[in-house]
């Protein structure tokens, strides 16, 4: 009985959310649209399938000849493609170039491998008390890799910590907003995935976005229908 409800209350949480009807949820996804220019998306969602799918690839021949190893390959390459992501959506912001290089950058690599680590590991425990203390958690440090690319330099726990103080009160809104992304998903099991991929971008940068306006208060202050950032 345990186990069922466990696995029944991400689902719970999602059709809850599907029926929030909140404004600033337009606006982000809006002002994210705003961003890419004519074939930036198309390319930015080629690029970064293109990135998971080859760290994917990679593992499983690793994982053939040397077992051991074989969780440093998508421990690196998760991490980076997760920070790069990062990189790509300041540049695509600033109307630059961008390439497949650009996913895997390695400056900070210490820093980033080991906070997407660490972060995991404390997720993997979290989660072990059943599924509701793991998904309030995962929210909880959400936007910790955003605050290590924000600020290079500070600490893996440092994120994490400013991660969890930025999150406070706006839990709930993340939620809210990755959900009106579920449709996407139903859509992408009947397009084998495609429409999973045309997705990425609009979601990458959505989740952007909302580190930015919850970084500055916007949401709290209800200023968020007169923020254009330009870059």
Known sequence: MK???SGSVPL????????????????IKEQARSYFQEGAWIKFALCLTVS??????????VGRFLTFFAFLVPLFGMSMISYGT?????????GQEFGLRDFFPTDQLGSVVGLYFIKGLYLFFWSLLLAVPGIIKSYSYSQAMFI?????????DEAIT?????????????????????????LGSFTFGLAIVYSLPLYAMSMFVFYDY???????????????TVY
């Open 3 to 5: 186990i069922f409800l």
């Open 12 to 27: 719970i949480i999602v059709i809850i959310a599907l029926f929030q009807k909140i404004e600033w949820r337009r606006h």
């Open 52 to 61: 998971v799918l080859g760290t994917m690839i990679v593992t499983v021949i």
């Open 86 to 94: 990062i990189d790509v959506m300041h540049r695509i912001r600033r």
């Open 148 to 156: 290590l690319n924000d600020n290079p330099g500070i600490g893996i």
């Open 162 to 186: 400013r991660s969890r103080e930025m999150m406070k009160g706006h839990k709930w809104e993340l939620v809210v907003l990755q959900s009106s992304f579920f449709g996407w998903a139903i």
């Open 214 to 228: 919850v970084k500055n208060g916007y949401l709290k202050s209800n200023q968020y229908k007169n923020v254009y």
